[in-house]
């Protein structure tokens, strides 16, 4: 009588068979995936309600199960339910014995895989340009011209949020490019101190500042005749924007502390998660730099905005993390999938990858449910549904922000893990929101 509880519980179907193929016991989830009561079930032939496409045949799991003595794991099939819809699905099977040790039947757990399938169905329909997948109509318009971009060496600025995958355009066009054997040399700016950022991008000569021991060749050397990608341009100072300027209109500069001019030949690609224009009329940014490395600007909206996007991401992750740890996840319930949609990702696609990632090493099954997910996303699910109808977007990520923080007791890094961005992007919404531990709800 437990045990048939605990059955009803659970969410895959569940039926086992004796050794003729009768059906002696279906689960109600089981009951529901069939579209069969009970009554109508117990003491049938199993191929009556099943009717897949394996049974009937030689590669029925049943009679494979039974001839030898074998578990089945993880088989994808379909099943027909009452209404002649066919239902794919993933079949596990173990054997049944009696006390005395004797084999009387198999039981069968069904695992309905059907929204999964339809994820995965999708990405025939999408615009694909190396590694970068979308449906969404900005992003495929982005995404068609860059072939003629990679071809060519003209300049390219791609702007963005963080995590909206800027890095990602700037590999997919050198990849694309005559130079796509040559080096793709990547430099996050705002991860370098102003000290050394002229050392990293141009080399030094030994002897030109205390610590300098010997020559070192700069990252322009090393992306000679390939690709040099500048993230987050924007935190340079102005007098190595000065440098920078002459280097991609001269093709040449000299290491720090020396006088040998050295030429080189890159493709340059600059990114930035600020609004550039702006800060060239606040003084922050050169204007002549600003329209040297703009010939070809992107402009990547954020994951809110592209949300037909998201199903696609996930079963890329999905996939990708399957084949990192070795899991066969292959569902999403429906409830977490709603969790997904709703949700604002201040962190992007990168904050979305870390999501399925935390789901990864939660899950226990083969299912990702709600319970996998962060904590902070199922509260900003629960923000979101009792947020007034009206609210601007703005704010219910001020709200979102605001509650992360209070849980964190204003930690700045721990808040920023949490939401899933940098800690620079968090302090450049505190500052656009106003939000200060002064300000905040809890004291």
């Known amino acids: 009588m437990v045990e048939r509880i605990i059955l009803n519980c659970i969410s895959d179907g569940v039926l086992t068979i004796d050794l003729l193929g009768n059906i002696q016991y279906v689960n109600k989830a089981m009951q529901e995936l069939l579209g069969y009561p009970e009554s109508e079930l117990i003491g049938k032939r199993c191929e009556r309600f099943i009717r897949s496409n394996i049974c009937a045949s030689e590669d029925c799991i049943l009679r494979r199960s039974l001839a030898k003595r074998e578990n089945i794991s993880n088989y994808e099939t379909f099943v027909v339910n009452s209404e002649g819809r066919r239902v794919p699905v993933n079949i596990n099977t173990d054997l049944l014995y009696d006390e005395a040790g004797n084999l009387i039947g198999i039981v069968e757990v069904f695992r309905d895989i059907s929204q999964l399938k339809e994820l995965k169905e999708r990405l025939t329909e999408v615009y694909q340009f190396g590694n970068i997948i979308t449906k969404d109509r900005r992003m495929k318009e982005i995404l068609a011209i860059l072939p003629s971009v990679a071809q060519s060496k003209s300049t390219v600025l791609i702007q963005g949020e963080s995590g909206t995958g800027k890095e990602l355009i700037a590999k ?39 610590g300098a021991y010997q020559d070192r060749m700069g990252r322009f050397e090393l992306a000679n005749h390939g690709t040099i990608f500048l993230d987050e341009i924007a935190d340079m100072s102005l007098s190595t924007q000065a440098k920078l300027l002459r280097v991609i209109q001269e093709e040449r500069f000299e290491r720090v502390g020396g006088s040998k001019t050295i030429a080189v030949d890159v493709h340059f690609i600059a990114a930035t998660n600020k609004n550039l224009l702006r800060a060239v009329k606040e003084g922050h940014f050169r204007e002549d730099l600003y329209y040297r490395i703009s010939v070809f600007p992107v402009t990547l909206p954020p994951l809110r905005d592209r949300k037909e996007d998201i199903p696609l991401l996930i079963t890329y992750f999905i996939d990708k993390f399957n084949k990192e740890t070795g899991k066969s996840i292959n569902n999403i319930a429906p409830q977490a999938m709603k969790v997904f949609m709703n949700y604002f990702y201040p962190g992007n696609i990168r904050e979305l990858g870390n999501i399925i990632e935390h789901a990864f090493v939660c899950s226990r099954g083969n299912t990702i449910l709600p319970e996998h997910l962060p904590k902070e996303l199922v509260y900003a699910e629960e923000r979101l549904e009792i947020a007034p109808e009206g609210s601007s977007l703005n704010r219910v990520e001020k709200e979102w922000i605001l509650s992360v923080l209070e849980k964190s007791m204003w930690r700045y890094q721990e808040a920023a893990k949490r939401l899933g961005i940098s800690r620079t992007t968090l302090w450049r919404k505190l500052k656009a929101y106003g939000l200060t531990p002064e300000k905040s709800r809890v004291h």
């Open 172 to 210: 997919a066009i050198h990849n694309n490019s005559l130079r796509k054997d040559k080096p793709f040399i990547a430099v996050n700016c705002a991860a370098i101190p102003e000290t050394l950022i002229e050392s990293e991008l141009f080399g030094h000569v030994k002897g030109a500042f205390t």
